[in-house]
């Protein structure tokens, strides 16, 4: 099996959300021995992750069915997005993974999501928060309710509410990032353009995020990081991006000045793959 970054742990326990203050390359990969009947949406609850991201990662197991005693890759190290700076949420749309760094003490939290079925439907650019919302109501709009007419005007809180437990409205009209009552949509496109988290994520980012805090909303399937002198680039698999993956990472490279550091073969291997985890392309 062809691992990106070295498997530190054969069982990752702990989630990791903390990493040294300027790595621009955080967390580090795992890897999960499957237990009979589990699948890998429980698995990838259990560290925080998409269905997307592990499955990304494991393109050989079966999603429903893995088979028992086998290794899971745990994506746990990811590159920053480009937008990624202290004080601001960056939402990547291409990895489905959110990302905050406080500005003053805190961890940096990040959190994978769920997005919008529809390209257009989640707008690029940089927004803010404008209310952190507790046990919100949920009132759907016209074009929800002309595809499901029997939807009510309001839906209070509770189980059968989609918004989850809290909710952050941003500054463009309808959108907001928020829980949800159908965790298994996490790491999927299945919005009409919000952007929903676990039930257990969603109160830690709403403590976390201030009114007024930027959001950055951005599409890059191709991301480019240092770490310890080698280059790595995390590709993943996103349809909906204009720009080709190999076109972009060469300008990606060559604006960081390390194009020159990198093996071909090994670039072409990892834009192949897109795995959704950083992968070592420095020539040797």
Not at 1 to 26: F, H, N, Q, R, Y
Not at 70 to 97: D, H, K, Q, Y
Not at 227 to 245: F, I, K, Q, S, W
């Amino acid at each position: 099996m062809w691992l990106p970054l070295p498997l530190l742990a054969v069982l990752l326990s702990v989630p990791a959300t903390t990493w040294p203050e300027g790595d621009e390359v955080i967390g580090a990969s795992g890897a999960h021995r499957i237990r009979r009947g589990e699948s890998l949406i429980e698995i990838a609850r259990r560290y925080d992750l998409g269905f997307g991201e592990i499955a990304a990662a494991n393109p050989r197991l079966d999603a429903f069915v893995p088979p028992p005693g086998e290794l899971a890759i745990l994506p746990t190290a990811w590159i920053l997005p480009s937008a990624a700076e202290e004080g601001t949420v960056v939402v990547n749309l291409s990895e489905m993974r959110l990302y905050y760094l406080p500005a003053g003490p805190g961890p940096l939290l990040t959190f994978p999501v769920g997005v919008a079925v529809e390209a257009g439907a989640t707008p690029l650019g940089v927004l803010t928060v404008e209310q952190k919302l507790v046990s919100p109501s949920w009132y759907p709009t016209p074009a929800i309710r002309r595809e499901d007419p029997e939807l009510p005007a309001a839906v209070p809180p509770g189980p059968d509410n989609p918004l989850g437990s809290h909710a952050l409205r941003l500054s463009a009209p309808t959108l907001l990032i928020h829980g949800t009552n159908r965790p298994y949509g996490v790491g999927r496109r299945v919005s009409h353009g919000c952007i929903r988290l676990y039930p257990e994520d969603i109160p830690r980012l709403h403590r976390a995020v201030r009114l007024g805090t930027p959001v950055a909303i951005v599409r890059e399937p191709v991301k480019v990081g240092v770490r310890a002198g080698r280059v790595l680039v995390e590709v993943h698999r996103d349809d909906d991006a204009a720009a080709d993956p190999a076109e972009l990472a060469q300008r990606l490279l060559r604006a960081r000045g390390v194009l020159e550091q990198v093996d071909p073969r090994k670039l072409e291997r990892a834009l192949a793959a897109r795995s959704g985890m950083p992968v070592d392309v420095s020539a040797e």
